[in-house]
């Protein structure tokens, strides 16, 4: 019985690990360019289909090849089709993300055609450990493992480093940035990299957890971590971690609780509950400060 | 109307402002300003609300694209400078409302202050700063935003000074400050014009803003009416209409 409940929630937590990389891919972007860059999804989906390209040679070489496709695809879709846009309205570069979302996923579908493919990566992960009497899947561990280390990493790299500093300031105000001699396009090239960087990972350990690789892959993961950032608080990344790791945790818990008749409703249910956060606290769980007065 | 008046002095023009026109859609904030700052000059700018004060800020720091006209900043043409390099041509803006980041520490704040350097007297610098500020010093890993109006302005000064401007921009120095703090400020500000600084001062608070400045224009709907010397401006009849008369029907209505 104890060992089941710690099987769901390492299950829950990897899960929450997961959307929480999601959700600190698209923070970040959001937070610097107050884009909510859907377009995210065809990051993972891409970094899924380098995985595929490379799996059977060496796992190194495919965790390789998924972050350059991924680096490479963000700084290309924010060279092309967002720095045209910069400045432009919100509503502007939420539906030309939609825009570029799009015509990245049909380009592949018409690439390599709509089936999934099969991957099995890792196989070595997909064994099972045993720790202190309960059995628990050696993928789940390692997906904790990396999204912590990655959290840490990012949360290093904001914090201490020259770049992270003037990245921060950069959400907070833009223009009082800018001011100051910060270069708009070094930062936001930054942000975009480090976003691929993240979605690499996760569509490493999704990869892995699926064993399947399909053009519409990424979409649902940045859905529910876009709804994550949005409890966590849009415009604060540890908001947006937080809130895609609760959003992630609360997915697993539904369906292992739920009775199994309402299984199949566990979204409703998950929706319900963002709906009642979103009353008790509009601002997000861990709200942007410094947000207003903006030169 | 508009008197700039000549005077070239040794340290040579910094800034030159001829015919600014500043528009935003139909709505025309400066309409033709001609205005030129020398070297080591203090110029101050008052007006009422809405004259198009903080638009011929915005513009000099390269926030606003005018219209019409054009700026030089040390003969150089701004139109081809970009946003993020204005302040290597030495311009520093202290914009109105301060606009430190509240959610980064006072600290965070002042190394950004010097993003344009790239020599090692940074950090000497920023701790002269806490010498010259110990409260900015006690608080230097508070986030900027926990800090008090008066010293978020003290933060926002130190802050633009950091990238060694050769001209320092202030929008409201005095805005929302209670007097003695206000005291503090232009006490700091004349400690920087000493240093050879030039200052280009925006201000509501006419009084504060003359008693600091060399020359002074009085800017109404978007063109200087009166300029010269503060005393001069001061002597002027059309001074109190141009300016405390507006002030005036304004308290007078709220």
């Known amino acids: 019985m104890i060992g089941q409940a710690v099987q769901v929630l390492v299950d829950a937590v990897s899960v929450g690990g997961l959307y929480a990389l999601t959700a600190l891919g698209i923070g970040l972007i959001f937070g610097v360019m107050r884009l909510i860059n859907f377009a995210h999804a065809q990051l993972i989906m891409i970094a899924g289909y380098a995985v595929l390209l490379f799996f059977a040679q060496s796992a190194v070489l495919a965790v390789l090849g998924a972050v350059a496709g991924a680096v490479l695809l963000a700084l290309v879709v924010e ?36 089936r999934p493919k099969g991957v099995d990566f890792l196989p070595m992960l997909a064994g099972q450990v045993e720790i202190a009497g309960v059995r628990l899947q050696l993928l789940q561990l390692v997906t904790i493992l990396v999204s912590v280390v990655l959290l840490v990493a990012t949360t290093w790299f904001l914090k201490s480093t020259r770049l992270g500093l003037e990245m921060r300031a950069a959400a907070e105000n833009f223009r009082m940035a800018e001011v100051l001699g910060i270069r708009a396009n070094r930062v936001i090239a930054s942000a975009f990299a480090i976003s691929g960087l993240l979605a690499a990972a996760v569509a490493c350990l999704f990869v892995a957890q699926t064993g399947l690789v399909q053009p519409r892959m990424g979409l649902q993961l940045v859905i529910i971590a876009f709804v994550g950032t949005v409890i966590g608080g849009l415009g604060s990344l540890p908001g947006a971690a937080f809130g895609g790791f609760l959003v992630g945790v609360a997915t697993i818990l539904l369906e292992a609780l739920l009775p199994p008749e309402l299984r199949v409703f566990r979204e409703a249910f998950l929706f319900v509950g963002v709906a009642v956060v979103l009353i008790f606290r509009p601002q997000g769980l861990i709200p942007a400060r410094g947000l207003a007065g903006r030169i | 109307m508009t008197v700039p008046r000549d005077l070239t002095s040794p340290g040579g023009r910094l800034v030159e402002l001829g015919g600014l026109v500043i528009r935003y859609g139909a709505i025309a904030a400066v309409q033709g300003v001609d205005l030129a700052i020398d070297a080591g000059e203090a110029v101050a700018i008052v007006g009422p609300n809405g004259a198009g004060k903080t638009s011929l800020l915005s513009a000099i720091a390269g926030i606003v694209r005018p219209s019409a006209g054009s700026i030089r900043i040390a003969g150089r043409p701004l139109a081809g400078i970009a946003l993020s390099d204005v302040v290597r041509e030495g311009v520093a803006l202290v914009p109105e409302g301060r606009n430190i980041f509240g959610s980064l520490t006072v600290m965070e704040n002042l190394r950004l202050g010097a993003t344009p350097r790239r020599d090692a007297s940074v950090s000497a610098d920023i701790d002269r700063v806490f010498a010259d500020f110990p409260i900015l010093g006690e608080r230097r890993d508070q986030p900027a935003g926990q800090l008090s109006g008066g010293e978020q302005q003290m933060l926002a000064i130190a802050r633009a000074m950091l990238s060694r401007p050769r001209l320092l921009m202030l929008d409201e120095p005095s805005l929302g400050l209670a007097p003695n703090i206000v005291d503090k400020v232009y006490d700091i500000l004349r400690q920087i014009r000493s240093q050879g600084v030039s200052l ?24 200087f009416t009166l300029a010269g010397t503060p005393a001069e401006i001061e002597r002027h009849d059309a001074f109190d209409a141009a300016y405390f008369g507006v002030a005036m029907a304004k308290a007078g209505a709220a």
């Open chain 1, 79 to 114: 060279r092309m089709a967002f720095r045209p846009l910069r400045g432009a309205d919100p509503a502007t570069l939420l539906i030309a993300s939609f825009a570029v979302s799009f015509l990245i996923e049909k380009m592949m579908i018409m690439l390599v055609g709509s």
């Open chain 2, 200 to 223: 280009l001062l925006v201000e509501q608070n006419a009084a504060r803003a003359f008693a600091l400045a060399d020359r002074a224009c009085v800017m109404s709907r978007g063109v």
